[in-house]
């Protein structure tokens, strides 16, 4: 009880950021006590809301912090909405923000490594974006469990789900498209599939330009995540040092305000790229800006990538600058675990 009551006043620390948060607190406060409440729109805006905050702690904060933010106000607020009376398109409408927020939650489960956690939210959100008739957060979910299996190296199961996402999306513009093939294009590169992922890759770019030149958007895909993903396909063909220039492509392309946390998971691939071909003093400046911002991100990838610093430069630890990075990569993962 202690730990569920230290969750929600973190929850409403966080929540008291969001416009007009007071009404929103109320009605919250009343779905948890029991009382009986006909859900409207205002209800389906507080989980989108709360989504959009907790989506934007995560990225700066990683999922080790919000995570269980976000698991306690599935279990204390958003499955109380659901179980209330409504009209029908307040409760589709329900639904489909529910499927949204266990999504972005089964997202943060992978950052904590917590993989059968994250299936079983992803799961869920499929369940709920199919009950909603949300074909876009359907389609968004099974991506996300594609994007899971290629990270975890399951090449032919992210190419199925990579496949599946895409053909079943609503047609909406050219972004959307380079988001879904932009994934393929990895999965195949995973699978060993050169000519699909390279195929892949060529209509996501001409995707890209079609969705530059427009004014229509998706989410946050753009030319800096389309760098990223053909750094990824690059490495899994094998050219290790396209790879490295295609990331930092992404940092050249990258928004200004973008998450700290994606740009130490991305540094860390880089300096361990730039490791492999060689290149000790780029690979120790670049782990050297990861170490400077790490100590304010709990990030599960992040902390994998700063763990494996130490043995990746044993071989060259009589070399003062890679010395240097060693101890201070085990002297951050102490900090971190408090001891």
């Not at 416009?19 to 409440?37: C, F, I």
């Not at 805006?45 to 989504?51: D, G, H, N, R, S």
């Not at 690059?234 to 392309?253: E, I, N, P, Q």
């Amino acid at each position: 009880m202690e730990r569920r009551s230290l969750l929600s006043a973190s929850l409403f620390s966080v929540a008291m950021t969001v416009p007009d948060w007071p009404d929103v607190v109320g009605r919250m406060e009343a779905v948890q006590s029991g009382t009986k409440l006909r859900i409207g729109m205002p209800e389906v805006e507080t989980v989108t809301k709360m989504t959009d905050r907790l989506a934007g702690t995560y990225d700066v904060l990683g999922g080790q912090h919000t995570r269980p933010l976000a698991a306690a106000f599935l279990v204390n607020t958003v499955a109380p909405y659901l179980r209330q009376d409504g009209p029908n398109e307040v409760r589709k409408a329900m639904l489909s923000a529910a499927a949204f927020l266990c999504y972005i939650t089964g997202w943060m489960a992978v950052d904590e490594g917590a993989h059968g956690l994250a299936q079983k939210y992803y799961v869920k959100g499929l369940e709920l974006a199919g009950a909603s008739g949300d074909h876009m957060t359907y389609c968004h979910v099974l991506r996300g469990i594609s994007v899971q299996a290629v990270d975890l190296g399951h090449g032919k199961l992210a190419v199925n789900l990579a496949n599946a996402a895409s053909a079943s999306s609503p047609q909406t513009g050219p972004r959307l498209r380079a988001f879904m093939t932009g994934q393929q294009a990895h999965a195949f590169a995973v699978a060993g599939n050169r000519g699909e992922a390279l195929r892949s890759l060529r209509e996501a770019e001409r995707s890209m330009e079609r969705a530059e030149s427009g004014s229509h958007t998706f989410g946050r895909y753009d030319p800096a995540t389309l760098a990223y993903h053909t750094s990824q396909v690059r490495y899994a063909l094998g050219d290790t040092a396209g790879s490295v220039d295609s990331l930092k492509s992404h940092f050249r392309l990258r928004r200004s305000g973008e998450t700290r946390r994606s740009a130490l998971r991305f540094n860390s691939m880089m300096a361990e790229r730039q490791l492999e071909l060689g290149l000790l003093d780029a690979a120790c400046t670049t782990w050297n800006h990861v170490l400077d911002e790490y100590p304010s991100v709990r990030s599960g990838k992040v902390d994998r990538h700063i763990a494996n610093i130490g043995r990746l430069l044993r071989p060259y630890r009589s070399t003062p600058e890679a010395r240097e990075v060693h101890e201070r990569a085990r002297a951050s993962l102490k900090h971190g675990s408090g001891t």
